[in-house]
């Protein structure tokens, strides 16, 4: 059986997902660093109710872009991100059969489980789990979350994250996720080759530094006055917004050390207020 | 005797888990009886062989037998016995309660042995209250062949190739167990991990990596991959670094490398593992690149507008700062070219990937742009040495710019208010002091720790750096590490720091000396005339500020004058040329003339003058002897 191109792969996980009971959801429509800044995991991991996702998330990390020259890093990737919250006992179990789905044996690799920490200190959270190996690939990694926006979790969930490119390099055996078929006669670096070059020049070269400082100014101004407004989503795209206008002054070199933390403190402070506004307002049975 | 087999199935723990886990379970098998502790990444296992049938009977003692009328019907009722079936002993009534079945008893201590394992990173999965360093999914006990009550009789095998195992009896458990492609015992695997390695002609592989890989795996098997030659090269460090510090490799001679598999199809599993590990290096390789192509001087000018630490300045005042230290340490030019290129990969994009290529990886880069070998060396060696045993830098270039490294950065610390409390160390300050320590007393550097902090100190504030502190305690935190590292008792290292000695390396070396003199006459004689000059006027605060030699009248008073006059600056010399047993001497001297001044005159004279006269020349006698040390330190 010959392996799935890029698009049949996140097919075969959207098949998967949906067939567990996973809502599927849609990229989010702003810039994330990663598929937990999504609302449909920040947020709904918070509270007491139930819920399983499973979403594509592109994610846009500007000081990881190598202006397309690098077979490894981009500054414009996508993860596949599942949430299940609860964490089911057998989590682990479906996580392998998912892979399996993939056309993975598991019995002809060697997959492994291995120590993880993961925090993110700017939204306040942290959980542990591991990262995911395939003969030495990491594949995915895989976390029980303990605390989101500074708040102890009620209801642990498992988070899920796949990295596509990876798995997908791992899946048909290339080395450059340039390389990897995307569809027939398509390959990934066809499509965003050029893409990362550009953006490559404007995240490091080009990314207005004066404007994007005052823009920083500007979102979390509105964040604070939509969070007095009692509106936690529409504020929290304020958070989502500070944090990737933070990371292109990082990327543009415009951050000291000091300053750094500084800039990382206040979308903390705001995305611990989003959280518990969200847990008052919103993730409280209705009366 | 019953066999007792307890095991917690677990998803899978990290190696820091499983240590701390075989700890605690190791004393909590002391209480159980004679076996084993067995932990993975899987399961923590407790193997009892001897485990008593009934559990040992316990004597509850109640009220003193005198109060029999008023309280013994109280006691039995609670005990749940009657008046007649309590006993005596020692004066106090009581009840011996029979010990419960074993298997009775058992469901309960197994569970506290769960509930009671405690990790440094614990985790909650569900919402049973339970907390532990990874979810528990099964617990399984069997004591002989019977289940305990509460738990499951089975086990489960290798995660992909085997499901569930069940588990006939406690002695049968490891057989079946590897029969599942399980080996419970850390042991073993470490011996198959160590014998594979062997084989490939690895005798002493990385000790950090081995103790990790042993509890990545639990069926372990050694396989070994090949890199494109190409990548021979990059240097040989980053090549290692990229094995080991992510992947958990272990590198073999030329393009070879090694590493522990956990299962699957060897030629698969490796075929996957080369195109991880090329992948790796290709970024690696692309990463040198172009930091080669900035080269070192550009490098050394864009790590000096980073911050070195937050209150303290850039790494271009850092640099600035070891320029001048490594000149008061009388390193020569190619110290001071060291220094200036010391944290130019700090800006290396290398290190930013690997963090543990500082220092070697700006070595490199300084070789690729020609620079002199003491140089290079230097700048390779300048967080050496980084563990208490580890190797000390081989040149003199290396050792006087760690030591004015190790300096700068306890002078930051201390001067922001940063100085370890307790077991809070995060800058590794203590690590920093004893490598001062090593390179005085092995290195033979001369190191005047106070002299130098100082030095560092007024350049931080020159540099406008926002300070709390003075540097004035760094010696004192530095010194202090001396005590644990000689041969010379506690007090006698304490002694020495209060001498005339700042320098540490003598400052052991009198310690020592000390030491070493303590049962002789000459140190007897120096701590009588020391002591009783101390214990008069030390806690004095009635002593003339400075000694004049007019007001002395009587003859053993002048005679004293004259023997400190002549004593003070012979031992001042001795101490200054390290000869310990000459200053001893000299001191010695004094014994005399100090026995003559006690009997023959009244220090406490009527006349204020001549009374302050009197304390202020004991307190030149102190201070003459005291320039050995403050031997009031030392028990006699």
Redesign the interface.
């Known amino acids: 059986m010959s392996p799935p191109n890029y698009q049949e792969m996140i097919a075969s996980l959207e098949r998967y997902w949906a067939d567990y009971g996973c809502v599927l959801m849609q990229p989010y429509h702003t810039e994330l660093a990663a598929g937990t800044m999504n609302p449909a995991t920040f947020l709904r991991s918070l509270g007491p109710d139930e819920w399983k996702t499973a979403y594509v998330e592109p994610v846009i990390r500007p000081t990881d872009g ?1 202006y397309g ?5 981009f500054q414009h990737y996508f993860q596949y991100q599942v949430l299940l919250k ?2 089911p ?1 057998d989590v ?1 179990d479906l996580y ?1 059969a998912s892979l399996e789905a993939l056309g993975i044996d ?10 993880d ?1 993961w925090e993110q200190p700017t939204l306040g959270a942290w ?2 789990g ?1 990262e995911v190996w ?4 990491e594949v995915t990694q895989f976390t ?1 979350f ?1 605390q989101v926006g500074g708040l102890e ?1 009620e ?2 969930p498992a988070e899920i994250t796949y990295g596509l490119e990876r798995l997908a ?2 899946l048909q ?1 290339k ?1 450059s996720a340039l390389e990897l078929e995307w569809a027939p006669g398509v390959r990934w670096g066809d499509v965003y080759r050029e893409s990362e070059r550009e953006w490559s020049v404007y995240n490091f070269e080009v990314a207005p530094v004066d404007i994007l400082t005052s823009r920083f100014e500007e979102h979390e101004t509105e964040c604070r006055m939509l969070l007095d407004r009692e509106l936690p989503l529409p504020a929290y795209d304020q958070v989502l917004k500070c944090s990737h206008t933070f990371n292109l002054l990082d990327a543009r070199g415009a951050i ?3 300053e750094r ?1 500084a800039y990382i403190g206040r979308v903390r402070t705001l995305a611990r207020k989003v959280a518990q506004l969200y847990v008052e307002k919103i993730a409280q049975p209705a009366l | 005797m019953p066999s007792l087999l307890f095991e917690i199935g677990c998803e899978e723990l990290p190696a820091p888990a499983c240590t701390e886990a075989a700890t605690q379970l190791r004393s909590e098998l002391a209480k159980l009886g004679r076996g084993s502790v067995l932990v993975g990444p899987r399961r923590l296992v407790l193997l009892v062989d001897d485990l008593p049938e009934r559990e040992p009977d316990e004597w509850v003692k109640g009220p003193p037998e005198n109060l029999r009328e008023k309280a013994a019907e109280g006691f039995a009722k609670k005990q749940g016995v009657g008046v007649g079936d309590l006993e005596v002993r020692d004066g106090f009534l009581g009840v011996l309660v029979p010990g419960r079945p074993l298997l009775e008893a058992l469901p309960e201590r197994l569970n506290e042995i769960v509930r009671g394992l405690a990790f440094s990173k614990s985790m909650r999965w569900d919402d049973s209250g339970l907390r532990f360093a990874r979810p528990v999914r099964w617990l399984c006990a069997k004591l002989d062949d019977r289940t305990v009550e509460g738990f499951g009789g089975s086990s489960y095998g290798h995660r992909f190739t085997h499901g569930e195992v069940p588990v006939p009896s406690a002695r049968e458990y490891l057989d079946a167990l590897r029969a599942a492609d399980v080996e419970p015992d850390p042991d073993a695997r470490l011996n198959t991990i160590a014998e594979g390695l062997r084989k490939l002609g690895l005798a002493e592989p990385n000790p950090k990596v081995l103790a990790e890989v042993v509890h990545l795996a639990e069926w372990p098997t050694v396989l070994e991959g090949t890199f494109a030659e190409r990548f021979l090269s990059l240097p040989r460090r980053v090549v290692e670094t990229a094995m080991e510090s992510h992947q958990r490799y272990f590198p073999l001679e030329s393009n070879r490398f090694a590493f522990v598999a956990n299962g699957g199809d060897p030629a698969t599993v490796i075929a996957g593992n080369e195109g991880v590990l090329e992948g790796r290096l290709e970024d690696a390789s692309f990463t040198f690149e172009r930091d080669v192509a900035k080269g070192i001087e550009r490098l050394g000018e864009e790590s000096a507008r980073i911050t070195f630490v937050a209150g303290a300045g850039s790494y271009g005042d850092k640099v600035a700062r070891l320029e001048a230290l490594v000149d008061a340490l009388g390193g020569g030019d190619a110290s001071r070219e060291a220094a200036r290129l010391a944290k130019a990969d700090q800006a290396a994009e290398l290190v930013r990937e690997f963090p543990d290529l500082e220092g070697h990886i700006g070595a490199e880069y300084a070789r690729l742009a020609g620079f002199p070998e003491a140089v290079c060396a230097a700048i390779d060696e300048q967080y050496l040495p980084d563990s208490a045993g580890g190797p000390l830098p081989e040149t003199e270039t290396g050792r006087v710019l760690a030591a004015a490294d190790k300096v700068d950065s306890l002078a930051v610390a201390f001067g922001l208010g940063q100085r370890p409390t307790g077991s809070r160390d995060p800058y590794g300050l203590r690590r920093a002091a004893i490598g001062l320590c090593r390179l005085a007393l092995e290195g033979n550097l001369e190191l005047d720790v106070a002299a130098l902090s100082a030095r560092a100190h007024q350049l931080l504030v020159d540099q406008g750096a926002e300070l709390k502190d003075d540097a004035s305690e760094v010696a004192e935190f530095v010194e202090e590490r001396l005590e644990g590292m000689l041969e010379a008792p506690v007090e006698f290292v304490r002694a020495a720091r209060a001498s005339g000695v700042t320098e540490l390396g003598g400052i052991a070396r009198l310690a020592e000396a000390l030491a070493a003199s303590a049962d002789t006459e000459e140190f007897e004689q120096a701590y009588v005339a020391y002591d009783r000059a101390n214990r008069l006027a030390g806690k004095s605060d009635g002593a003339a500020a400075e000694l004049d030699p007019k007001l002395a009248t009587d003859e053993a008073e002048l005679a004293l004058i004259t023997a400190v006059a002549g004593a003070s600056p012979k031992i001042a010399a001795a101490l200054e040329a390290r000869e310990f047993d000459d200053a001893l001497a000299a001191a010695a001297e004094l014994r005399a003339p100090v026995d003559r001044f006690f009997d023959e005159v009244l220090v406490m004279a009527d006349d204020a003058q001549v009374r302050a006269n009197r304390l202020r020349l004991l307190l030149d006698v102190r201070d003459a002897v005291g320039a050995l040390g403050d031997l009031a330190q030392i028990p006699r």
């Open positions: 190598r020259e690098n077979p490894f890093r609860p964490a006992e682990l392998f598991t019995k002809r690799h060697d997959v492994r489980l291995v120590e920490d959980g542990l591991w395939c003969d030495g690939m029980y303990q979790i209801l642990v390099m791992f055996g080395r000291s050390v000091t933390a």
